[in-house]
């Protein structure tokens, strides 16, 4: 497989290194949309994007006009993603979204999920959901932690949710979701250790949507 990478910061280098040790041909790297060209992407199977927020909605655009499958593991860009999943329908190609490719989150999520439906039936404990991360991650709060509420919410949980965020530092990322009471707390919390989780599942990620089309996201 062959893939591109746009966005070529740490988590781009990270995707870089782990696609080239796994025997995937990284044929192209560019860090804005410039070089997102029919020439330079001639090779490309799937594309993964990690660019900035300001910045995906465009670099989609033009990689959807150029026939491209694409991964997406940018997040502050939801507002938008009815045009996008339009711009996917239009181009027939196929895109698949995660606010957090990590293996561990997305076992989080089902862990959340399963939480949250028992917590529905206690009104008396009240709910919190906080997260931190480097003091460069541009949106707050982060996509990973509004993808738990949502899941909260899906399973039921009807009540106030507090939603906090922290950013300082080098922190790779911390999601935690809380339930209190007057009697005791339930605390549950994912740290990760460094991007290469990230990373991995983008690699994942792309290798499952090579040559299917439509919009996907977990």
């Not at 959901?129 to 709060?141: F, L, V």
Request: aromatic residues 10%.
């Amino acid at each position: 497989m062959n893939i591109g990478i746009v966005g070529y910061g740490k988590m781009g280098r990270m995707i870089e290194s782990l696609a080239r040790a796994r025997g995937i041909n990284v044929a192209f790297i560019t860090d804005d949309s410039a070089g997102i060209t029919a020439d330079n992407f001639r090779n490309v199977d799937v594309a993964i994007v990690f660019s900035t927020p300001d910045a995906v909605v465009s670099n989609i655009e033009s990689l959807a006009a150029l026939g491209k499958n694409i991964v997406v593991g940018t997040t502050g860009w939801l507002h938008q993603i009815d045009y996008v999943k339009e711009v996917v329908a239009r181009s027939n190609i196929g895109l698949y979204w995660s606010p957090n490719y990590s293996i561990g989150v997305n076992v989080f999520f089902k862990m959340i999920a399963a939480a949250a439906k028992l917590m529905a039936e206690e009104p008396e404990y009240e709910a919190w959901a906080w997260e931190i991360h480097h003091s460069a991650k541009k949106d707050a709060p982060s996509g990973t932690l509004l993808k738990l509420v949502e899941e909260m919410r899906n399973a039921g949980y009807s009540g106030n949710v507090d939603l906090a965020s922290n950013r300082a530092g080098a922190i790779p990322g911390t999601h935690e979701i809380g339930f209190d009471c007057g009697a005791d707390t339930i605390t549950l919390r994912h740290t990760a250790r460094n991007r290469e989780g990230f990373a991995s599942g983008a690699i994942k990620a792309a290798e499952w949507l090579r040559g299917k089309t439509g919009f996907y996201e977990r």
